[in-house]
């Protein structure tokens, strides 16, 4: 956990490398109780299981893990409905895969773009699963949003509306993924800051992150807990640390070093990246889970906020006022 951390922290501050296959810290972990582990892959998660007929939403499905997770969801028969900021993009990943695939634009950060995107798919066959997957990490600049500082509007929002927008269209035993991190652990010490959404009295690249991916996994607690009773799922899901184009806004001088060697050392590969939420929105396991925080395809302890479900409770609640107004 510690070491996991670190890594987070670590390579947070270096700017994207690509991946390589294995880390020292892959080969020494050992596999958790669901038989994956740190170094398990998508594909390995997936061996043997048959997604035909299982439909699939992924957002950010254009580039690192999100690309990998419709790559092998596909693969195994499951079509995926992939969505990235424009068609065009959208269009060019679904191309780049096999199986079946439909594109779909999503930009998180205009809600008639999502609430587009959201009339598209309603108009097709009900959902299996919704992997809200996008993201961006550490603007170096506060930057507003409609008003409100952008990770929490593009990571948290955006997703918000797409989720709400097709939770009457998911199937009976449909599950739920959010794409949240560890680094839900390190934002500001307060938990969310409801009285300065936009940043306005502070502001820091990894701490609004952190908030942002807080408000991931309090969306993913909240739905696990209106899914009780119900055969529907949702997972909160930190997929490892892994060089995808997330790092893109970093620069920080001097750090050649570790950005040669941490995907050596440390850093998943990103079949490795994409593999817990694969598992989640995939394996029949994952059901026994329902509004868990999973990290390395297992169940993991989060931090209190994160675990905090009247902390959730707040969060849905004024999200939905921030949507009305939008
Ligand atoms: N990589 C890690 O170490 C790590 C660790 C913990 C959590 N995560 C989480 O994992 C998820 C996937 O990240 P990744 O590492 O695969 O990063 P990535 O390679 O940068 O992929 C992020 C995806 O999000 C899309 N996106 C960004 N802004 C968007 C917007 N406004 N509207 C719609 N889509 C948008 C990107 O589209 P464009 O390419 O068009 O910008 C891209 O497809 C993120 O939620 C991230 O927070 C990653």
Redesign the pocket.
Known sequence: MYLTTAA?VL??RFPHRPGSDVSLYAMLKPHGPSGFGYSSTAEDVTDGLDLTGRRILI?????????EAMRVLASRGATVIG????LE?AAA?CAAVGGSTEPVA?????PA?VRACVETVLAGAPLDGLV??????ALPKRVLCHGYEKQFF??HI?HFILVNGLLGHLTDDARVVM?????HTMGWKDGIRFDDLSAEKAYSDIRN?GQ??LC?LLVARELGRRFEGTERRAFG????????????NMTMPGMGLFNRLGPLLV??S?PQ?AAT?TWAVAHPDARAHNGAYLADCNVKRSSSFGADLDLAAKLWAKSEEIVAAL
Do not use: D, F, Q, W
């Open positions: 987070a390579t947070y957002t950010g499905c254009n580039s690192g893990i999100g690309h969505a990235a900021r424009t993009k990943a999503c930009e998180l950060e205009e773009s809200a997957n996008a993201g961006i990490m593009v990571n955006g794409l949240s991190s560890a680094a992150y942002s991916k991931n899901v930190h997929p490892g640390v892994i060089a995808t184009n997330l790092g893109r850093l998943k990103i990246g939420e």
